[in-house]
């Protein structure tokens, strides 16, 4: 696995958080600074989820890795 780094950042109130692989091969995982700490391990946790589950290098829509 690469490189995990996490931002806080204020995000759309709609967001918990996302996650983006970089360039480098590095996952970066964006939690929404409007959450409060339990809302962000909640957002980080299921981010985490995707990675795990190597999201980006299956064949899955957005729709069905969120399902899954």
Request: glycine share 2%.
């Amino acid at each position: 696995m690469s490189n995990i780094i996490v931002r806080i950042i204020d995000l759309p109130c709609t967001v918990r958080g996302y996650t983006a692989l970089d360039d480098e091969g590095d996952y970066n995982i964006y939690l929404n600074a409007r959450l409060n700490p339990q809302q962000q391990e909640k957002a980080y946790n299921h981010e985490m989820r995707h990675i795990t589950r190597d999201d980006w290098n299956d064949a899955k829509t957005v729709q069905m890795a969120e399902y899954m």
